[in-house]
């Protein structure tokens, strides 16, 4: 079946580590997208990327990165840097990035700081 | 200006009845307005859209209502049912900002049985 996997489901990282999560598509979308959800705030843009080897920042780029080597993977690392990372992380895809294109979210990953 | 704000942040309504949610927009430049439905754990799913040269578009129980001129649309759920119990976001999309949708905060929707 086509779709985004996120993995793993559920992480917790200690103070100070570095974490990665892993989402990958088999929709043959160009544009991937990463957002965090935090109760009450909606989902907001961590960082977005149209095209293999091109990503851009969200809104909330800072204390996060991203690379984007292959087509269908967009990993989000999560950094010490990230002042408070607990959190709903969703990556999502899309065909294109133009306006009007459905967004496909994957199940999520919850990362706990402990 | 990038904002979507989104009312009311949580709705009970009995099974049967109309659930409706609102969202309020500032720049005239969205043209592209879904709205996405998120059960507790999983990410959230097209629900539907509907662009700014309609007033209204409808799909099975479930309807946006489109006001331009207020910068403003809704989802109405007709004959609420427990399983229509989620969250609901609104979002907007705009070229000038890259396409990137914005979303509302979000409403939790609980229908009683």
């Known amino acids: 079946d086509g779709g985004i996997t996120q993995s793993p489901k559920y992480l917790f990282r200690k103070e100070g580590q570095n974490v990665t999560l892993s989402c990958e598509q088999n929709?043959?979308?160009?544009?991937m997208y990463w957002y965090r959800q935090d109760p009450g705030q909606g989902l907001r843009l961590i960082y977005y990327s149209q095209i293999v080897n091109d990503f851009q920042k969200g809104d909330i780029a800072e204390g996060y990165s991203v690379s984007r080597e292959k087509k269908e993977s967009f990993p989000l690392t999560v950094t010490s840097a990230q002042k408070n990372p607990t959190a709903f992380y969703l990556c999502?895809?899309?065909?294109?990035?133009?306006?009007?294109?459905?967004?496909?979210f994957g199940e999520g990953s919850w990362l706990t700081v402990v | 200006q990038q904002q979507v704000k989104q009312s009311p942040q949580s709705l009970i309504v009995q099974k049967g009845g109309i659930s409706i949610i609102n969202c309020a927009y500032e720049n005239t430049a969205f043209d592209y307005f879904p709205w996405y439905q998120q059960f507790p754990g999983k990410g959230p799913a097209l629900l539907i859209a509907i662009r700014p040269d309609v007033s209204e578009k409808k799909e099975g129980r479930f309807t946006i209502s489109f006001n331009k001129s207020a910068k403003q649309f809704s989802l109405h759920i007709m004959d609420s049912q427990p399983g229509d119990s989620a969250t609901y976001f609104c979002?907007?999309?705009?070229?000038?900002?890259?396409?990137?949708?914005?979303f509302g905060a979000g409403t939790i929707l609980r229908v009683k049985s």
């Open positions: 999502a895809s899309s065909r294109t990035q133009f306006s009007g294109n459905t967004i496909y």
């Open positions: 929709l043959n979308h160009d544009a």
């Open positions: 979002a907007a999309s705009t070229m000038e900002y890259g396409n990137k949708l914005v």
